[in-house]
């Protein structure tokens, strides 16, 4: 007789169908341990007297599953996928198949076939993890901010920075903004979209960048503050300045998941410029939220009421500096 390969379910079975065989147990009882009706332990008594242990092993294992994808389907889903989706994650690509090609297939099947072509290598084998700090408990507790240079367009057009702006309780991209580069104006531009859309949170939670903290040990005017600082005191919002990535690694992934999701429906919709690419944002935003957001511990939303009129909010973010007159009438 030869290896009979079994799961932990079968050899249950087989326990069970011994101690009926040996008449320890009633078909009753076997019945309710197997959860299975009298008529199918009887059936499985027949099996096992007739074939012994062989016989309670499923009977299709090792046979081709009926809903199986034939070889040359399989062979056409991949090459479309090598053709036009070569960079895109098992789940994305399930998706857009779905959308633009009517091809219904599940994402772990995908992934198992681009794993078997060298198409797909798991993160886990990629990066080392991190253990991710607690999340707030409400929205606009704490909201992460950041800007991911990167080639937005690919070869359709120049580098930019994209601005993003995550809730750290429910993982929702609450402002994003393409500019040209990091800067306190680019910021101002963003963080008026935000107050006007949301209202004030209770903090920022930013890096160290020039535009968040002041780096240098003597500034020489704006009393320890940068800008973009003085204009969050005068709005009653809090900036904290992480210390490493990691620490703001809410936002850190999102950029990481940006710079492939967002990348790849920038092509589809043929977009290469800044200003269509805002102009699109706002249903990405959505989207990407009705997939990714999670319900807060609290239901609370701790945004406050911007109150404050367009005009002052316009002597709020802008360039303001201290200085002093001398006698001799020359600015410090």
């Given at each position: ?56 092993a499923h009977r299709a294992r090792g046979r081709r599953p009926n809903n199986a994808i034939c070889a ?128 004030r949170p209770v903090a920022f939670y930013s890096d160290k960048h020039s535009v968040f903290r002041v ?12 800008q973009f600082g003085r204009a969050l005191n005068e709005l009653n919002i809090e900036i904290i300045c ?91």
């Amino acid at each position: 007789m030869g290896w009979v390969l079994m799961s932990e379910r079968d050899l249950n079975r087989l326990k069970i169908l011994k101690d009926v065989e040996a008449e320890h147990l009633s078909v009753t009882d076997a019945a309710c341990l197997l959860n299975l009706s009298r008529r199918q332990v009887h059936r499985l008594m027949a099996r096992y007297r007739s074939s012994g242990p062989a016989g309670v092993a499923h009977r299709a294992r090792g046979r081709r599953p009926n809903n199986a994808i034939c070889a040359e389907r399989r062979t056409e889903i991949l090459e479309l996928v090598r053709n036009e989706y070569s960079d895109f994650g098992p789940t994305f690509a399930a998706e857009k198949l779905e959308e633009l090609h009517d091809i219904r297939i599940s994402r772990e099947s995908l992934r198992k076939w681009m794993i078997e072509d060298g198409l797909w290598i798991s993160r886990k084998h990629r990066r080392t993890l991190h253990q991710p700090r607690l999340r707030r408990e409400a929205l606009g507790e704490l909201i992460q901010i950041d800007g991911s240079e990167h080639r937005w367009f690919e070869d359709r057009g120049p580098a930019c920075t994209l601005l993003v702006f995550i809730d750290d309780a429910t993982g929702k991209l609450m402002q994003m903004r393409f500019v040209a580069s990091e800067s306190t104006f680019a910021y101002f531009e963003a963080l008026e979209g935000y107050l006007n859309e949301h209202g004030r949170p209770v903090a920022f939670y930013s890096d160290k960048h020039s535009v968040f903290r002041v780096n240098h040990p003597d500034p020489r005017t704006g009393h320890g503050m940068t800008q973009f600082g003085r204009a969050l005191n005068e709005l009653n919002i809090e900036i904290i300045c992480a210390n490493s990535s990691q620490a703001k690694g809410r936002v850190e992934r999102a950029n990481r998941t940006l710079q492939d999701r967002l990348v790849k429906e920038l092509r589809l919709a043929g977009i290469s410029d800044r200003m269509a690419a805002n102009a699109f944002l706002p249903g990405f935003i959505a989207a990407f939220n009705a997939r990714f957001a999670r319900q807060p511990r609290r239901p609370d939303n701790l945004h406050r009421s911007l109150n404050v009129e367009p005009d002052r909010l316009r002597q709020i973010l802008c360039r303001r500096d201290e200085r002093f007159v001398s006698r001799q009438l020359a600015l410090s």
